[in-house]
């Protein structure tokens, strides 16, 4: 079975430091990979999404980056964090192909900016 | 482009009463829908989606939701509540497996002993 592993679950940062959110998927290849984050009340933003290694679409301009380097493994990256950087982040990916673009969650990371 | 309405951010109900969550949906081509759940600090887990045939589609923990086109809504329905059904419960839509998916924001229940 398919399983996303996200870490690390919490990370407490001060304004301006860098970041770097890791996640994997096993059990599966070539999934469509996706970094979401959601803060109060506003539902979830997406961030980025990645159809394949090296491969990163992003929906939101902002100070923070993807990349893809193995076809499994999804990195969120900041050189400097932003107070507004704080909130949920979700990693996810979903099967390619004609299917009904489910996607499976990874379980968040808290990221708290000071 | 798709689009879900959640009406209601915050639904609260009393233990035993019926729960009834609503979105609707805006898509120029039949959808996928689909319905997660949430609790605190954790991800998002599928409760139900409907794909295609028969458009009362059963979840986990109980939950249904009835696909209505006429209507384009797609709203969630339980029963009776339990009081481990305080989640956050959110809709979303799809066209194809090749596009992300759109959601909406999210409705808060709370369920009230």
């Known amino acids: 079975s398919q399983t996303i592993h996200q870490w690390p679950a919490t990370l407490v940062q001060p304004v301006g430091s860098p970041l770097s959110l890791e996640c994997t998927v096993e059990?599966?290849?070539?999934?469509?990979l996706y970094w979401y984050r959601q803060a109060a009340g506003r539902g979830l933003q997406l961030l980025f999404y990645?159809?394949?290694?090296?491969?990163i679409s992003s929906e939101v301009p902002q100070n923070l980056s993807a990349s893809r380097p193995q076809d499994r493994q999804f990195i969120l990256s900041s050189k400097k964090l932003l107070l507004s950087d704080s909130g949920f982040y979700l990693c996810?990916?979903?099967?390619?192909?004609?299917?009904?673009?489910?996607?499976?969650f990874g379980e968040g990371s808290r990221l708290t900016v000071l | 482009a798709q689009s879900v309405t959640q009406l209601g951010s915050h639904v609260s109900v009393s233990e035993g009463a019926l729960v009834l969550l609503r979105c609707n949906y805006s898509?120029?081509?039949?959808?996928?829908l689909f319905w997660y759940v949430q609790y605190p600090n954790q991800g998002l887990q599928l409760l139900l989606k409907?794909?295609?045939?028969?458009?009362l589609v059963k979840g986990i923990n109980g939950f249904e939701a009835e696909f209505k086109k006429s209507e384009t809504s797609f709203h969630l329905t339980k029963p009776s509540a339990h009081m481990s059904d305080a989640a956050e419960y959110v809709c979303?839509?799809?066209?194809?497996?090749?596009?992300?998916?759109?959601f909406g924001k999210g409705t808060r229940l709370s369920v009230i002993a």
């Open positions: 996810a990916w979903s099967k390619k192909g004609q299917g009904s673009g489910e996607l499976f």
């Open positions: 059990g599966t290849s070539n999934p469509n």
């Open positions: 990645s159809v394949g290694i090296g491969q």
């Open positions: 898509s120029s081509v039949p959808p996928y």
């Open positions: 409907y794909t295609t045939g028969a458009t």
């Open positions: 979303a839509v799809s066209v194809s497996g090749n596009t992300p998916l759109v």
